[in-house]
């Protein structure tokens, strides 16, 4: 069982350039989301969606694009990079929405410097 | 506005010893949770404890308890018996009122346990 998987890893973009990064999630989890966490911060939620074809903005949605065609793949779209995109990425899978008791369950992150 | 508030940018402790991290937020939803989760420094997120604002009792995992005060609207989650491996970032987190898809972090703390 592998979780919550993400790529890459890590990732240096330069300003103007689009990249997507990947998430896999193998627990059958209807909930997906993405968070950015910026140095010393705690997590901003970007996207999350509800299940296959159903995504919806969080709280900082703007530069970003998602999409959810199978219930196990969540990749988020970074247009236009900007320097104001440098930060950790997580993408998190749950069976139930944040707020009831569930579990988040996180990937490793993807690291990303825009320069 | 819902925010939580977590006062301790950083703390040291002597391995073994018991360690509280505060958690105060304020929020006017009437119906909520608390949320601890961990995040070493091989950076992944790591789920430790949930309550209820309704649960009677205050939530135990392990080690791990929740000082559940809602009169003065503080969730410290303690540390028994504190172990190296506690060395890590420790954020507190809520859903927001408005969109329980969201939760609303803390800006963590950062706990060293000293050998």
């Known amino acids: 069982n592998a979780g919550v998987t993400q790529t890459p890893k890590f990732r240096i973009l330069k300003i103007g350039q689009s990249m997507t990064l990947q998430c896999t999630q193998d627990?059958?989890?209807?909930?997906m989301y993405w968070y950015r966490q910026d140095p010393g911060m705690g997590l901003k939620l970007i996207y999350y969606?509800?299940?296959?074809?159903?995504?919806d903005k969080g709280e900082v949605p703007n530069g970003y694009n998602v999409s959810r065609s199978t219930t196990e793949d969540f990749p988020l779209r970074l247009e236009l990079a900007a320097p104001s995109q440098t930060s950790v990425y997580f993408c998190?899978?749950?069976?139930?929405?944040?707020?009831?008791?569930?579990?988040?369950?996180f990937g490793p992150g993807t690291r990303l410097t825009v320069l | 506005a819902q925010k939580i508030t977590q006062t301790q940018p950083g703390m040291f402790v002597q391995e073994k010893e018991a360690v509280t991290l505060d958690c105060t937020y304020d929020?006017?939803?009437?119906?909520?949770?608390l949320f601890w989760y961990k995040q070493p420094s091989s950076g992944e997120m790591i789920f430790l404890i949930y309550?209820?604002?309704?649960d009677q009792q205050n939530a135990t995992e392990g080690r791990y308890s929740l000082n559940f005060q809602k009169a003065r609207k503080s969730a410290n989650l303690v540390i028994s018996a504190s172990q190296l491996g506690d060395s890590a970032m420790y954020f507190c987190?809520?859903?927001?009122?408005?969109?329980?898809?969201?939760?609303?972090w803390g800006a963590g703390t950062k706990l060293i346990i000293k050998p």
């Open positions: 309550q209820g604002s309704y």
């Open positions: 929020t006017s939803d009437p119906s909520y949770g």
């Open positions: 627990m059958n989890h209807n909930y």
């Open positions: 987190a809520m859903p927001h009122k408005d969109s329980n898809y969201q939760l609303i």
């Open positions: 998190a899978s749950s069976w139930k929405l944040a707020g009831a008791y569930n579990e988040q369950f």
């Open positions: 969606s509800v299940g296959a074809g159903i995504t």
